[in-house]
């Protein structure tokens, strides 16, 4: 360890298995170099990005080639110099880690330069626009009301664009740019002090890239893209006050872990969760090794933010457990079910083009054996280190679960790509533990170079993985035009110029049945409340008693409707928010020009895709 | 910085300052944003020296600075919430301001007290060193192209996405003048599902009650277009309008609302006079009569013409 984190931990001299393998072509790029390889790499991909813009979208061959090109040439000559350059100094790797973040992250942002794409940052923009024009927490936001009560991410923004007068989309870019770098450079510290190793820390960074979420829902500007940064700074913090000489640093740097634990707590739930888990993990794997003191100041840390996460929860966020009630009672009934031989309901990937299949099977199993490997050599090489030992049982088990979230639950792809954000941490140790190891075993060196370039073409194929099977999937790789009901894909400047029409002309929070194309942009530019699960309006090309009822029932006031609906499927599978039955054929266009001829049903926009409803201009539903 | 080792706190208060007058003052962004970007990172640079007193290597200095200029704003704004100090933008930058200035004190009372410090932590040098590869100019240069590179992509997506071809459209809409703010507040205030179901049910009154309504027209067809709007009431033929608009510019007109009868409005662009493009309506329905007495290409639209 090169002993940048000053630690007691760092002391320890390089061993034999931490020496690089044999140095490769890649060993010999300075990082200047390397940096210019991912700048033309952000450069490559982002010209795939306007080939899909010039009109072929994801279906364009040399748009997506462009793009893995650009991608290749970001990851290969950063993975080559991390997992094969014999001599590489903390610095080093540091500047490597922080092009290849940066790299990623202005992908994201040149995917939707002009801005928000991504339909959970329209939640934010709300909430931060409602925060600045009212100047209150906690403010009501339809489309996310859990956010409302984890403004963190907000109050940033808004203390930002106060400060600058920046607009909310370029201090949001700012915001979630700078907590990304942050997460990834903390995360990378504290894995230096657990590891004792610069270099392999550097390779479970790389690895850690391999979590799907990583590059999309982490660096987009949500409120757990925040959090994280905080996470990663509270373990830091955490292990200096307990390796710290100094009793005063040691004290010091409690102080910021507990101011840590404070804004990841207001920040974001699960987050928070993860890092009272994670406090206690280490806590208890420092006892069970033996080091009192690191266990006493990780328990102490551990109830800090238990009592803050109870304390949040009971008076200021109640409603955080009704959200996440039938996910979990979901996730338990699946695999219940499963476990007593019926269907665990989980949704089919067939959908998904095989080569992102294979690549995710192949990616599971490589990463799978790399767990086991590393926790064997974490039992018998680092059995008395608390963090090692920590991450070794918080690996094996989360991936375990992990797993069988993704095989035995409804929604299980989806919640195990997202939960893989922390999964990967311990994950990642294990598996960049393992690979050293692998690489520097005597029947390996013999081959050299050989085997070092089978690790880095490995490597970056696992990284890949997470790109191809994260987010935006596939069939929206690439900007391109519209496509319905698909998240960004859907995302045009004619919904946002009807978004802001809805705020300018009918004025905010009005209950609109939409499709799900449109529905994050009338919650972020409109300020309105559309509604969820409401294709049953859309299900008839009759205007019923029953529809009436229904509609009267829940309030709705607008009805939106798109002809695209009419002429194509969805690549998502459904049509509107919170649906979970796959139409086979679209919608025939009686099932939405039956409002036209509705009395008491006032036609008030229409643009000729996109038409607009007034159900209760008469003051209520009206009846057939 | 450790040379003259209160510059960096006399810099600190002098950006508080011209900062928090630049946002006061509204200033140009040209002045505003490096002002208000230091603004908003001294407090956590102050802080960060403040509470750890340590000489971090850079990066580490830097990080912590970043993630307590990130915690501050959160942990001020909920206290600010807690005295009932509205979160506005003078109270953000004032918030910014005194905790640099207290952050100023903090360190300078440190620095005074003579907290000892040791010398920057220094990489331990656990393994060898790194190569130098070449020229510090030549890599500077590099890492210079690869900046601009980056940078060059970044305006290359904005120019791009900004050029990107979508179909042209024009809109017309017809909307009641609706005041439901009060009841909307009352809504978002209370953060209730109940008071949210009152205030759609007061939303609905109010929508009934309208007596004025919004005709607008935008144009999104990416070129200048000429239009001609005409409006009926009971079936017959009340107004017109000739309206040229830009792209991107919009027409507006407030008229009278009512449900009582028939509102129909009918919208062309020229040179086709004959088949309107879009229409709205106000859901009321016209007798059999009138709507055979209405050119046939508009009887469809009216809401009665087809039983559902």
Excluded at chain 1, 517 to 524: M, Q
Aim: with cysteine; charged share 15%.
């Amino acid at each position: 360890m090169d002993g940048s984190l000053g630690s007691r931990a760092a002391v320890r001299r390089p061993s034999r298995a931490e020496r690089a393998p044999e140095a490769s072509v890649f060993s010999r790029v300075p990082i200047s170099v390397i940096a210019l390889s991912a700048a033309i790499g952000v450069l490559i991909s982002s010209m795939g990005y306007a080939d899909g813009r010039a009109g072929a979208g994801s279906s364009s061959g040399p748009g997506i080639a462009l793009y893995w090109l650009g991608q290749v040439l970001i990851l290969l000559p950063i993975a080559g110099r991390l997992i094969s350059r014999r001599q590489m100094s903390n610095g080093s790797t540091i500047t490597l880690l922080v092009i290849l973040t940066i790299a990623e992250y202005l992908l994201k942002v040149n995917y939707s330069p002009l801005g928000f794409g991504f339909n959970d940052e329209f939640l934010h923009w709300r909430g931060t626009t409602n925060m600045l024009e009212s100047g209150k927490l906690f403010e009501l936001n339809y489309g996310l009301p859990i956010g409302t009560h984890y403004p963190g991410i907000e109050e940033v923004t808004a203390a930002l664009i106060s400060a600058t007068g920046l607009s909310v989309f370029e201090a949001g870019l700012v915001v979630a740019g700078a907590a990304h770098l942050l997460y990834i450079l903390f995360l990378y510290l504290a894995f230096c002090v657990a590891i004792r190793s610069h270099r392999i820390a550097g390779i479970a960074i790389l690895l850690y890239y391999s979590a799907p979420a990583l590059t999309s829902f982490n660096s987009m500007f949500i409120y757990e893209t925040l959090a994280l940064a905080f996470f990663g700074m509270c373990i830091v913090a955490g292990l200096r006050s307990a390796i710290e000489k100094s009793p005063s640093d040691r004290r010091r740097w409690f102080i910021v872990a507990v101011l840590c634990i404070f804004a990841t707590v207001i920040t974001h739930h699960v987050t928070s969760y993860m890092l009272t888990a994670f406090l206690i993990l280490v806590a208890i794997a420092s006892r069970v090794t033996g080091s009192r003191n690191t266990a006493a100041r990780f328990g102490i840390l551990a109830t800090i933010s238990a009592l803050s996460v109870i304390g949040w929860i009971a008076f200021i966020a109640r409603d955080t457990i009704s959200y996440f009630s039938p996910t979990v009672v979901g996730m338990v009934a699946s695999l219940k079910n499963l476990t007593n031989g019926g269907s665990s309901g989980a949704t089919s990937t067939s959908s998904s083009p095989f080569g992102n299949l294979a690549l995710e099977i192949v990616g599971l199993l490589l990463i799978t054996v790399l767990i086991s490997i590393g926790a064997w050599q974490a039992w018998k090489r680092h059995r008395r280190h608390p963090w090692i030992m920590g991450m070794a049982i918080g690996g094996t088990l989360g991936w375990i679960a992990s797993l069988g979230i993704r095989l035995g639950t409804a929604d299980g792809q989806e919640l195990a790509g997202r939960a893989a954000t922390y999964i990967y941490i311990p994950v990642c140790v294990l598996a960049a533990l393992a690979l050293t190891r692998l690489v520097n075993s005597s029947p390996v060196r013999r081959f050299g170079s050989v085997v070092t370039a089978f690790v880095v073409a490995a490597v970056t194929a696992l990284v890949i993985d997470g790109l191809a099977n994260g987010w935006p999937p596939y069939w929206e790789r690439l900007p391109g035009p519209h496509l319905v009901a698909a998240f960004e894909a859907s995302v045009d400047p004619e919904e946002v110029d009807i978004s802001n029409w809805s705020l300018a002309e009918l004025g905010p929070g009005w209950r609109i049945a939409s499709d799900q194309g449109i529905y994050p942009v009338l919650i972020g530019y409109g300020g309105q409340d559309p509604l969820q699960q409401i294709s049953w309006l859309y299900a008839t090309d009759k205007w019923t008693t029953a529809l009436q009822g229904r509609a009267s029932g829940q309030n709705v006031q607008y009805v939106e409707t798109d002809t695209r609906l009419t002429k194509t499927l969805s690549p998502n599978g459904v049509y509107f928010p919170g649906d979970t039955t796959t139409p086979t054929k679209p919608l025939p266009l009686a099932n939405l020009t039956k409002f036209n001829h509705i009395q008491g049903v006032a036609r008030v926009y229409d643009d000729g895709t996109i038409t607009f409803y007034d159900l209760v201009s008469l003051g209520y539903v009206p009846k057939p | 910085m450790y040379r003259n080792r209160n510059l960096d706190i006399a810099i600190a208060a002098i950006v508080a300052i011209l900062g928090g007058l630049a946002a006061a003052k509204n200033m140009p962004g040209q002045v505003t944003i490096p002002l208000g970007t230091a603004l908003f990172f001294a407090p956590g640079y102050l802080w960060s020296e403040a509470i750890l007193s340590q000489r971090l290597p850079g990066i580490e200095r830097a990080m912590t600075t970043v993630g307590m200029a990130f915690i501050f704003p959160i942990l001020g704004g909920f206290l600010f919430y807690g005295l009932h100090i509205p979160l506005f933008k003078s109270s953000w930058v004032g918030l910014l301001v005194v905790l640099t200035l207290l952050g100023v004190v903090a360190v300078a009372i440190q620095r005074l007290r003579g907290v000892p410090v040791g010398p920057p932590q220094q990489p331990r040098r656990t393994q060898p060193p790194p190569r130098q590869g070449g020229p510090v100019v030549l890599h500077s240069f590099i890492f210079g192209l690869a900046a601009v590179v980056g940078i060059g992509a970044v305006a290359f997506s904005v120019k791009n996405a900004g050029a990107q071809k979508f179909p042209g459209y024009t809109a017309l809409s017809m909307t009641q003048v609706v005041d439901n703010a009060a009841a909307q507040n009352a809504a978002i205030l209370s953060n209730d599902p109940v008071a949210q179901d009152n205030a759609a049910r007061a939303a609905n009154d109010a929508q009934a009650k309208a007596t004025q309504a919004h005709l607008v027209v935008t144009n999104h067809q990416g070129v200048p277009e000429q239009y001609k709007l005409e409006f009926r009431q009971k079936g017959k033929l009340t107004n017109t309008w000739s309206i040229t608009l830009n792209d991107g510019q919009t027409w507006h007109k407030t008229i009278a609302w009512t449900t009582n009868y028939s509102m129909l409005a009918d919208l062309y662009r020229l040179p086709n006079t004959s088949t309107p493009i879009r229409y709205v309506h106000n859901g009321a329905c016209l007798s059999d009569t009138t709507i055979k007495a209405l050119p046939s290409v508009l009887k469809a639209e009216v809401p009665c013409s087809v039983k559902t």
